[in-house]
């Protein structure tokens, strides 16, 4: 049968090549001494084809059996076509060959799904040419069943003669032909019927799961290319409307997610992108499902489509799922975490511009903020700005200025901050920075103890988005890369350095910088810990603490007790910022001037330590590790305790605290130099300890400590 048809095709050879005339001679002799000097994979022509074909079509061409398997063993390639691309496997159907060669062919590792100049793979041959029983060898080695191409002028008789193929292997109990009929006689529909023909064929059938590529008829319907598009676009969504099915196939979308093949996800994406588009409302639920799964897809990032329509969707979700304030911190920051690397600069501008959005609809979260920061999300690149200006996009404007505001105005309340209607604290705020201004302004009944300096005039600093306070400074300077609000008297002199530094040679971690240099190091610690003098983005003074992974649950535990509301005291030291990278966690906490170890050393008589007694209790935290070198004197000679990455919380009314020993040698609570295993921890323990650093030396050897207790 001539499956050729009316393509430009080469002319068909006038004469037989000696090595295809010694195979269909079967001169097995002949072609070993002909392929010493002609390749085996080479194309020759072929009269009898009237094409070009290699010695192994040629071998299937005339069935013989012998120089077929001489041929596969001395490593003929099953896969080399024709002139007229087609394979031994299509030749098995167009010159009847016996099945085995089908089988054989496909034992060598040859193709199922390779198309001819035609379009047609050997399932497509083999069905035109009746070969029923190469039909069910082809599809149980994995090729796909799908329409016969327009390009063949036939292929609508063609495709009649192949889905009534597939339907008789259903009606003789093949489930695998039971579950796919109705996805290739969609897609034969598709092109010989209207789309209004095509919905009504196939109402009954709309959510039913191909199991090759786990989609669905309303997605195959959907992602149709070609003539009436649109139509197929509003006929999927109306049917999905009238039947009231829309939550229906999001739900099932959710669960067919980890299957989908990577050939199937861009479809799958965009018909869910579209449905999420005509919901007034993305039910809370549904959102933290769909959110994960979306998250994963992007790590096919050699698609850019798909990862152009995963954040697209993610944008939708983020924007019109009610209660998004109040998804857990966890969540957000694994959301925020996957999709920041696609506001760089090499991706798009459609991608970074949904990346942003996606960032602008979290604004109503709690702590969001921090969360940002810990990205590097923090502020809005013009170009971004410019891009969605030159839209249609109405709502994606508004949410981008919202959060082009609050990167310009992070501590100022207005309606431009927040991007969804949220609870808002207001007052309150306004209420705590009053009580906080008075505090700074008049000493209260327990601040007896705070130097008696005079404040430097005041000017505020912009606040981070956790709960910082502001810090005060005579002077902000600015250079070309860097920006500093001038507090530190000791430090004064290396910050001048580090904001004379290029930018190219610092070391940017979230929203600081530092330099990672030992000029600028502040502190060394033990187990692989560092401080480094550094600045925040908006100008403020840090002490970035950097910590190896390793150690990396010390630095959370301390960045988690610090961002307690407790916490927020004039005599702890201030948590400012929190990020991380491949190989580090990086603390920024409000840079002071020197230990209590220092003053003690140098006999400063200007600080009354027992303020730090009274810190200790209040609230009811076992800091664990009070030491001179973790009692930090602010630039007003404010004592302020630090380091708090071994502490624990007592609960309300708990009095001890049991758990393993820990500290520094020389500087622990008695109770913990018993040897046991577990210690019961005291509320007082830190202020036997407290006495120590402020009043005398510590004891080094705890045998000694032990007989003097005793």
């Known amino acids: 049968m001539n499956i050729i048809g009316q393509l430009q095709l080469p002319a068909p050879p006038t004469e037989t090549h000696r090595i295809i005339q010694s195979v269909i001679d079967s001169n097995l002799k002949r072609l070993k001494q002909l392929l010493k000097e002609n390749h085996i994979n080479g194309i020759y022509s072929c009269t009898k084809c009237k094409d070009i074909i290699t010695p192994l079509t040629a071998a299937v061409v005339t069935h013989n059996r012998n120089i077929f398997t ?18 031994p496997l299509h030749y098995v159907s167009l010159h009847k060959a016996p099945l085995d060669f089908a ?41 796909v069943v799908t329409p016969i191409s327009a390009i063949d002028p036939q292929h609508v008789t063609h ?27 969609m897609g034969i529909a598709v092109q010989s019927k209207t789309p209004e023909q095509v919905f009504k064929t196939f109402d009954s059938y709309m959510l039913l799961e191909d199991p090759r590529t ?16 649109e139509k197929y676009h509003q006929g999927s969504i109306k049917w999905l409307k009238d039947t009231g099915n829309l939550n229906t196939y999001i739900e099932g979308a959710v669960r067919r997610f980890p299957n989908f093949p990577k050939e199937s996800v861009h479809q799958a994406i965009i018909t869910l992108y579209a449905v999420l588009c005509t919901l007034e ?15 994963d897809q992007l790590c096919l990032k ?14 939708v979700i983020t924007q019109k799922t009610k209660g998004t304030d109040g998804w857990d911190l966890n969540f957000v920051r694994k959301l925020c975490q996957t999709v920041a690397p696609f506001v760089k600069d090499h991706h798009s501008s459609e991608i970074r511009v949904c990346t942003y959005g996606v960032f602008a609809n979290l604004l109503s979260v709690e702590h969001v903020g921090d969360i940002f920061t810990s990205v590097g999300i923090t502020a809005m690149p013009e170009d971004i700005l410019t891009s969605v200006e030159i839209t249609n996009n109405d709502k994606l404007k508004e949410v981008l200025r919202r959060l082009n505001n609050y990167f310009s105005k992070p501590n100022v309340e207005c309606e431009d901050c927040t ?17 906080k201004e008075k505090s700074d302004r008049e000493e209260g009944p327990n601040d007896k103890y705070l130097s008696d300096a005079t404040d430097p005039t005041t000017v505020p600093v912009v606040e981070s988005t956790s709960n910082v306070q502001p810090l005060h400074s005579n002077t902000t300077v600015s250079s070309d890369t860097h920006t500093w609000l001038q507090i530190s008297k000791r430090w004064r002199e290396k910050l001048e350095k580090l904001v004379s530094i290029d930018g190219s040679r610092v070391t940017r971690t979230g929203s600081m910088i530092y330099m990672n240099d030992e000029e600028f190091r502040i502190e060394e610690g033990s187990d692989g810990t560092d401080v480094f003098l550094g600045l925040r983005h908006d100008g403020t003074e840090v002490a970035i603490k950097r910590m190896k992974k390793s150690h990396y649950q010390m630095l959370k535990n301390e960045e988690g007790f610090l961002r307690f509301p407790e916490l927020d005291h004039p005599s702890i030291v201030r948590y400012v910022d929190f990020a991380e990278d491949e190989y580090f966690g990086y603390l920024g906490l409000q840079l002071c001037e020197y230990t209590l170890e ?39 000679r404010r004592a302020r305790l630090a380091d708090f990455g071994i502490s624990r919380r007592l609960l309300k009314g708990q009095t001890t605290y049991c758990t393993g020993s820990a500290g520094t040698r020389c500087w622990k609570a008695r109770e913990t130099l018993t040897g046991e295993a577990d210690i019961r921890y005291k509320s007082n323990t830190d202020v036997q300890v407290s006495f120590t650093a402020t009043q005398t030396t510590p004891m080094c050897d705890s045998k000694i400590l032990l007989s003097l207790l005793k």
Do not use: W
């Open 70 to 87: 001489f041929l596969l063993q001395q490593g003929a390639n099953p896969n080399n076509a024709s002139a007229l691309g087609l394979t």
């Open 103 to 143: 089988e054989k062919l496909l034992e060598a590792r040859a193709n199922p799904n390779v198309c001819n100049l035609q379009l047609h793979t050997p399932l497509h041959t083999a069905a035109i040419n009746d070969r029923e029983d190469v039909v069910k060898v082809l599809m149980s080695a994995g090729a």
């Open 159 to 185: 495709n009649e003669k192949l889905s009534q193929m597939i339907h008789n292997f259903a009606s003789k109990g093949d489930k695998f032909c039971s579950e796919i009929r109705y996805f290739l006689d």
């Open 214 to 229: 786990h989609l669905t008829i309303i997605e195959g319907l959907f992602t149709v290319t070609g003539r009436n598009v």
């Open 281 to 295: 409302e993305i039910p809370n639920d549904q959102a933290q499902a769909l959110v994960p799964k979306l998250l």
């Open 302 to 315: 050699e698609r850019p489509d798909v990862c152009e329509g995963v954040l697209q969707t993610l944008y």
């Open 419 to 435: 991007a969804s209607p949220g609870p808002r604290k207001k007052n309150n705020n306004k209420k705590k920075k009053k009580e």
């Open 598 to 636: 220092e003053c003690i050393r140098n006999n400063d008589g200007g600080l009354l330590k027992e303020k730090l007694v009274y810190q200790v209790q209040n609230p009811p935290i076992l800091h664990r590790d009070l030491k001179p070198q973790n009692v930090l004197i602010d630039v007003k």
